[in-house]
T-cell receptor
Framework: AQSVTQLDSQVPVFEEAPVELRCNYS??????LFWYVQYPNQGLQLLLK??????LVKGINGFEAEFNKSQTSFHLRKPSVHISDTAEYFCAVSEAGAGSYQLTFGKGTKLSVIP | DAGVIQSPRHEVTEMGQEVTLRCKPI?????LFWYRQTMMRGLELLIYFNNNVPIDDSGMPEDRFSAKMPNASFSTLKIQPSEPRDSAVYFCASSDSGGSDTQYFGPGTRLTVL
C-alpha cells in the first residue's frame, strides 16, 4: 500500500514570489506520482505527473515538480505565483505498472496568494 | 468533449431519504471512479468500475451505499437511507484506463443531509 504526506496544510505567499509545496510518499514498489489542483467549487485537474524518465516534470500553468527517489519526495514548485494560483493542491501516488488503478491522495495544501 | 458531467451539483435532503447521484464519464473512457471528499478524511475512493464492471468496492462505507454502471456512459451512486455523516462532496472521475492514465474529475455533487 502507498501513502502520501503533504507537509503543509496551508501556504500563504505574496504575488510574484516563488513557492514550493512539499510532498513525501511511502511505497514498497515503484510508483507513479501526480499533482492535482482544485479551484473553489470545482473538481480536481491534473497539473503534472511523473511516470518514468527525467526526474524534472513540467506541467501546466508554469508549475514543475522533481521526483527524488532517495528522499521519496515529489515537491511542486513555481518561480512566480499569480493570484489565480490560489487553490488547493493535492499530491497523489499510484503503484506503477499495468493493472494498477488506485490513486492515494494526500490531505491537500491550500495555497493562498496575497496581492 | 464536455468532460465528466455530474448531477445534481448540490443536494440537500433529510436523514432517512434516498439520494441518487449521477455521472456521465468522458466518451471512450473505460474506467470510472467514485470518490468522497470530507474535511476529516480527505479524498477517498469509494468504488472503481472497469468496462462497466465493479472491480473494487472496498471503499464503500456500508450497505447503505450502492453504485451501478448500466452502460459505458452512465453511473449512479445511491445512498439509502441517508445519514448526516454522509454529508460530503462526491466526485466522479473517468480515465482511459488505470495506472498511468490521467483521471478526469467532474465538478462534484455537494451533499448535505440534515
Amino acid at each position: 500500500a502507498q501513502s502520501v504526506t503533504q507537509l503543509d496544510s496551508q501556504v500563504p505567499v505574496f504575488e510574484e514570489a516563488p513557492v514550493e509545496l512539499r510532498c513525501n510518499y511511502s511505497s514498497s514498489v515503484s510508483v507513479y506520482l501526480f499533482w492535482y489542483v482544485q479551484y473553489p467549487n470545482q473538481g480536481l485537474q491534473l497539473l503534472l505527473k511523473y511516470l518514468s524518465g527525467s526526474t524534472l516534470v513540467k506541467g501546466i500553468n508554469g508549475f514543475e515538480a522533481e521526483f527524488n527517489k532517495s528522499q521519496t519526495s515529489f515537491h511542486l514548485r513555481k518561480p512566480s505565483v499569480h493570484i489565480s494560483d490560489t487553490a488547493e493542491y493535492f499530491c497523489a501516488v499510484s503503484e506503477a505498472g499495468a493493472g494498477s488503478y488506485q490513486l492515494t491522495f494526500g490531505k491537500g495544501t491550500k495555497l493562498s496568494v496575497i496581492p | 468533449d464536455a468532460g465528466v458531467i455530474q448531477s445534481p451539483r448540490h443536494e440537500v435532503t433529510e436523514m432517512g431519504q434516498e439520494v441518487t447521484l449521477r455521472c456521465k464519464p468522458i466518451s471512450g473512457h473505460n474506467s470510472l471512479f467514485w470518490y468522497r471528499q470530507t474535511m476529516m478524511r480527505g479524498l477517498e475512493l469509494l468504488i472503481y468500475f472497469n468496462n462497466n464492471v465493479p472491480i473494487d468496492d472496498s471503499g464503500m462505507p456500508e450497505d447503505r451505499f450502492s453504485a451501478k454502471m448500466p452502460n459505458a456512459s452512465f453511473s449512479t451512486l445511491k445512498i439509502q437511507p441517508s445519514e448526516p455523516r454522509d454529508s460530503a462532496v462526491y466526485f466522479c472521475a473517468s480515465s482511459d484506463s488505470g495506472g498511468s492514465d490521467t483521471q478526469y474529475f467532474g465538478p462534484g455533487t455537494r451533499l448535505t443531509v440534515l
